[in-house]
Each structure stands twice: as structure tokens, then as C-alpha cells.
């Protein structure tokens, strides 16, 4: 079919806002002990729902009106099964147990601090997990039946996650880290005896068997028989998987170099790899670029790739079952995501979708792996980004489109191959999006994310504005139509870039954005408290340059059409901050839109403000850049 002709940005989408709104959250998938029952949670309007697939029958809701939901930190780790036994968080704090086919939930710890990552001993008698509780953080113990109160297993450092039993139950494995570090830049992987005595378990020393202050650790998982510890490191300036050998001490690297098999743990409960239950291979997610697979890796180090999933580029939480089945969260930039699972036999199934899916791939823009060159002195010479063309069955523009400048959060992350609504939602109509994985990102090793520290504020925006160059250079982009987006850590690199560098966009977009270095560092919570030691500088030595990166000292530079958006309820940027921004652009008659939500905190949650917040950026955009 001949396309008509049209201008970008004005194209007919048939991706509405509805459609962004109506999207399930699908955050882990587990397998039950029969190797064939599936256990996924999903979120449904901001509330954590238990869904249960039995093979031949339809997916059923395990847990009642209460929200799961992991509740240290910013979550995850919201549940494991055992059996037909599952074990989760609700937003109380509690753990619940609740049998997958029968019964009402009940709780076995009391209401008390809050919990994360439950791990279930291989006798199903004991539970281990990560309590937090007035700023303390510590490895508890709890008997799965809720007959007795929690006791310590170990504590003293200031953050710990991922507990994992040895298959004979008398050693648990976990991952500990301090302050000033945050998991990503060095964490210890211990490891403790564990006793019996009068009905209790007793913990002995604790080793620490792998990691340190510069070296991060990740996911311990001992082998089926108990002969070898797996985990992941970063230690070689990537990410690798390897595995411990209990016996002797030894550690063998056996992913691939060039790849990485881990990543920041801004969560609880991250799973990037399963042992087989022979013990004789592991199954991890490997990436490149951004871009995913599923890998078989044997203990002799073999290493190929499962088909099964070869058309996601996205993969999550995988997970292997007791039957060598496969299942995990799966996506890709032109496919939502969904609850797949593999075997030999049979090949990919979906499980659950997370939309409707009612728009072909050809409607929807095909993500690419970009690069520019950078040019600062510094040890890294290449940024890196994720590149969304214009795409329409109906229509076709001519001369350069305008372009859409995305900045992640974090900073530490990373945006990859997997579905992006929002992006989606503009590629459709004519707009060119382009990720920034600028540095400081993960997913391209050790020496990339460290670039970023001592320099938030400017690497960040650097590489931004690499990227709209780079847009411009290769005719992708109208260089009089660029725009800058980005919410919290990412908000504030818009904001630097529209004080620092006026005129190069011609209009930004903020999302609960940072702009006051001082009031996050006073106002945040204990994960990251000490995180701008790291990516600025520690005060009060580093005051000057607190002041000199806080785009909220020097708002009067900023000359572009700007869009503030802000929860009321945010308690990580208060929504002050945009105030002060909005009445300077208000006072001096630079155009902008400043729009609080008031049932929302740190991030959109509800499907109303999705849909508003969509449609309203998009007439933002077409008032003040389009016809501007």
C-alpha cells in the first residue's frame, strides 16, 4: 500500500494513550516443585497480584486483597514457591504463606519492620530473608509455619540481599554491602554454617568468600548437589558468571567475554541465571548493546544459545524448573511484554500477556544499537544509545523529522531492547527517539559506569547532547526540532542541559526531575544516602560544586519551552523544587506547563494520569516545537 504523505509528528498513531494505561506490570514469574505449574506476579493499577497456571487450566489469583509487594529498599524480591506452597511480601511488611491451589493467606512474621526476598529452606521448614527495620538491615530466620518469632542470622552491615540455602540446608549464602557503596560498586558475598539446636537454627562464623569494596557481587546460587557456588561478578570489569568449587576454593569464569551476565541491583530478588538440575549447566541472560538471550553454559564451559527465545531482546527474571523447563519475562521494541515459557518438546509458549497486542509489529518502530564518538580526554571514547525511527503503515514524511532526546533514570541503569511504551507512542507519530545510555550507565562494563563518578551533572549531559548531534549529523533528526525528556535522575539532566547549553533544545521535558543536590542529599532514604559521595562529591568539601550542578541555583538560564510534571505525594524530589522552576519560567515568560498530580508520588502509577500525561506532552510538543 502506497503511503501518503505527511508531516512528522502529526502522523496518525494507532497507539493511543489508552493503550500505554491499560498495560499490565509483569514483575517475576516462578516455577512450582512439579517442574509444570507457573507462578507469576503481576501489577494491576499500582496493586501486586499472585497468579497461578496449573498445565491444562486457566490462571487463577492466589493472594486476597492484599498488595504484594516487596518492601525494602525500592522492592523486588516479592516472593518464592516451594512446592505448592507459595511464600510472599504484602505492602504490611509481612510474609504470607498460602498453598497455590486452596486456602486464604497467612501470615508467618509479625508486623514488624518489612521484608524482602523470602527463600525457602530444601527441608520447607524455615525461611530465610532480608528484614529492615529503623535503618537496620539484617539476614532473618523464620519458621515457615509462623509458630515462632524471627531470629538473626546475621547483621552489622548496612544492606544485604539475596539469601540462598546450600541443597543440604545447613549453610546459607547472601550478598552484604556498606556505606559509602551502593551494590554496583562493591558488595561481599558470605557465607555462614548453619546449626539446629532446642528448635532453633544457630548461624555460625561468617566468611566472606568472594567480592570487596571495588569488586560487585550478585545472585549466589549453590549447585544442585551442593558441590559449587554460582554467582556473578564484576570483577573483570564485566559482568561474568561464575561458579565457586566448595572443596577447594576454586573459581572458574565460564560466560563469554565481551558480554555481560548481571547488573545494577537497584531491587531485591534480580535473577539472571538457573542451574540445571543435573547441575551440569547453568541457563543465563547474557547481553550486548542492550540487546538480549537466553544462553546454555555448561560447567566445561560450552556455551550456546536456547532458540526459544531468539525473537525477545529483553529477558527478565529467568527461571528454571525442576523438569528443565525455561520461563522468564520477555519482550522486545516492537513486542510487549509477556510470560513465556520453554521446552525442549514444545517449544516457546505465552503464558500471559502483559497487553492486548492488537497492533502488528510493522506498525511499531524496530529498535537499533547506536554509538558516537566521545571526545573529553577521558578513558572512555564511545557513548552508546538505542535508536527508534519513525514508523508508519499509513504515512511518510519528508525532510528530517523532529527527535526526542530520552535520558533514564537512575543514574545508574540502563535503557535496553525491550518494549518502551512511550517511546512507541511518538515513534508512531513521526518523531525520532533515540535512548541515552550515557556514561555512567551499566551494561558496558565496569570502566564505562565509573566514568560518570565525581561528574553527574556533566558526562550525563554531554552525551545527551552527543546524541542529538549524532541525530542531526546522520539527517535523523531536524536539528530546529529537538527535545529533551527525562524523569528523576533523568529530569535533572534535562534541566542541566536547558541551563547549560539554551538553544540547543527546543523544548525539554521533566518528570519529577532533581534540581536541588543539597535537598536530595539531605532528604534521601538510607539506600542512597551516601550516592552523590560517589557521583559528586561529599560534603561539606563538595559544596561548591552541590551549588554549581543544582539547576535550581540557576533556573534564570533557562530560555526554552519547558513541561514540568510532579506528584504530589513525591517524597524523593519534594514537588517544591518544580515550583520554584515554574514560577521563574512564569515570572520571566518562558513558555511552559507545569502540571502536579495529586495522587501520585515518585512515578506514574494510574492509569488516568498515564493517559493524561501522554496526551498532554504530546500537545506540549506540538504547540511549542512543531508549530514554533
Not at 554467582?231 to 576454586?250: F, I, K, M, P
Request: aromatic share 10%; hydrophobic share 35%.
Amino acid at each position: 500500500m502506497d503511503k501518503k504523505p505527511g508531516q512528522f509528528g502529526l502522523w496518525n498513531s494507532p497507539m493511543s494513550a489508552e493503550m500505554l494505561a491499560g498495560e499490565l506490570g509483569l514483575s517475576d514469574v516462578q516455577w512450582a516443585g512439579d517442574g509444570e505449574t507457573l507462578v507469576w506476579l503481576e501489577r494491576r493499577d499500582g496493586c501486586g497480584v499472585l497468579m497461578v497456571r496449573r498445565p491444562g487450566q486457566p490462571p487463577r489469583r492466589i493472594n486476597d486483597k492484599r498488595s504484594v509487594k516487596g518492601c525494602v529498599g525500592y522492592g523486588g524480591g516479592e516472593f518464592r514457591v516451594q512446592g505448592d506452597t507459595v511464600f510472599f511480601v504484602a505492602g504490611d511488611g509481612r510474609i504470607y504463606r498460602a498453598d497455590l491451589d486452596r486456602g486464604l493467606p497467612r501470615a508467618i512474621t509479625p508486623e514488624w519492620g518489612s521484608a524482602a526476598s523470602p527463600v525457602v529452606s530444601p527441608d520447607g521448614q524455615w525461611v530465610a530473608y532480608v528484614h529492615h527495620q529503623d535503618d537496620t538491615d539484617r539476614i532473618a530466620l523464620v519458621d515457615a509455619q509462623g509458630r515462632g518469632w524471627p531470629q538473626i542470622v546475621s547483621e552489622g552491615g548496612d544492606f544485604y540481599m539475596q539469601p540462598s540455602w546450600h541443597p543440604e540446608g545447613n549453610r546459607l549464602a547472601w550478598v552484604r554491602w556498606d556505606q559509602p557503596n551502593m551494590p554496583w560498586n562493591g558488595t561481599f558475598l558470605e557465607t555462614a554454617p548453619l546449626r539446629r539446636q532446642d528448635g532453633m537454627i544457630v548461624a555460625g562464623e561468617v566468611e566472606v568468600v568472594a567480592g570487596g569494596k571495588a569488586v560487585a557481587c550478585l545472585q549466589p546460587e549453590y549447585s544442585p548437589d551442593g558441590s559449587s557456588l554460582a554467582y556473578l561478578t564484576d570483577e573483570s570489569g564485566d559482568w561474568q558468571l561464575v561458579v565457586r568449587h566448595e572443596d577447594t576454593g576454586q573459581v572458574s569464569t565460564l560466560s563469554k567475554e565481551g558480554r555481560q551476565y548481571g547488573g545494577p541491583a537497584w531491587v531485591q530478588g534480580l535473577r539472571y541465571y538457573g542451574w540445571s538440575s543435573d547441575g551440569e549447566s547453568l541457563f543465563a541472560v547474557s547481553s550486548h548493546q542492550g540487546v538480549m538471550r537466553v544462553e546454555r553454559i555448561g560447567v566445561d564451559g560450552a556455551v550456546g544459545d536456547i532458540e526459544s527465545f531468539e525473537e525477545y531482546t529483553a529477558i527478565r527474571q529467568l527461571s528454571v524448573s525442576s523438569t528443565g523447563h525455561l520461563a522468564a519475562i520477555c519482550e522486545a521494541s516492537s513486542i510487549p511484554p509477556r510470560v513465556v515459557s520453554a521446552s525442549e518438546d514444545k517449544g516457546a509458549q505465552v503464558e500471559r500477556f502483559a497487553s492486548s497486542e492488537r497492533l502488528s509489529q510493522e506498525q511499531l518502530s524496530k529498535v537499533r544499537p547506536v554509538s558516537w564518538p566521545v571526545d573529553d580526554g577521558g578513558p572512555v571514547e564511545t557513548a552508546h544509545g538505542l535508536y527508534y525511527p519513525p514508523t508508519s503503515t499509513q504515512f511518510e514524511g519528508s525532510g528530517a523529522p523532529p527527535a526526542l532526546v530520552m535520558i533514564h533514570g537512575g543514574p545508574t541503569s540502563q535503557r535496553t531492547a525491550r518494549w518502551e511504551p512511550r517511546n512507541q507512542f511518538f515513534a508512531t507519530r513521526g518523531w525520532a527517539v533515540i535512548d541515552v545510555n550515557y556514561r555512567g550507565s551499566t551494561g558496558y562494563g565496569r570502566q564505562y559506569m565509573e566514568a560518570l563518578f565525581g561528574r553527574w551533572g556533566e558526562v550525563d549531559v554531554e552525551d545527551a547532547l552527543g546524541a542529538a548531534r549524532f541525530l542531526v549529523d546522520q539527517g535523523l533528526a531536524d536539528a530546529e526540532k529537538l527535545v529533551i525528556m527525562g524523569g528523576s535522575a533523568g529530569g535533572y539532566t534535562v534541566l542541566q542541559a536547558l541551563v547549560n547549553h539554551p538553544g540547543t533544545f527546543k523544548a525539554g521535558v521533566c518528570l519529577y526531575g532533581v534540581s536541588d543536590l543539597f535537598a536530595l542529599q539531605m532528604g534521601t532514604h538510607k539506600f542512597e544516602a551516601h550516592y552523590n559521595d560517589t557521583l559528586v562529591g561529599s560534603l561539606p568539601e563538595a559544596a561548591s560544586k552541590f551549588r554549581e550542578r543544582s539547576p535550581i541555583f540557576r533556573v534564570d538560564a533557562i530560555e526554552d519551552a519547558v513541561a514540568l510534571y510532579h506528584g504530589a505525594k513525591d517524597k524523593v524530589v519534594p514537588p517544591d523544587q518544580a515550583e520554584t522552576i515554574a514560577a521563574s519560567l512564569q515570572r520571566r515568560g518562558v513558555p511552559h506547563l507545569h502540571h502536579v498530580y495529586e495522587e501520585e508520588g515518585h512515578g506514574w502509577r494510574r492509569e488516568e494520569t498515564v493517559i493524561h500525561f501522554h496526551e498532554s506532552v504530546l500537545q506540549f510538543l506540538t504547540r511549542h516545537v512543531l508549530f514554533s
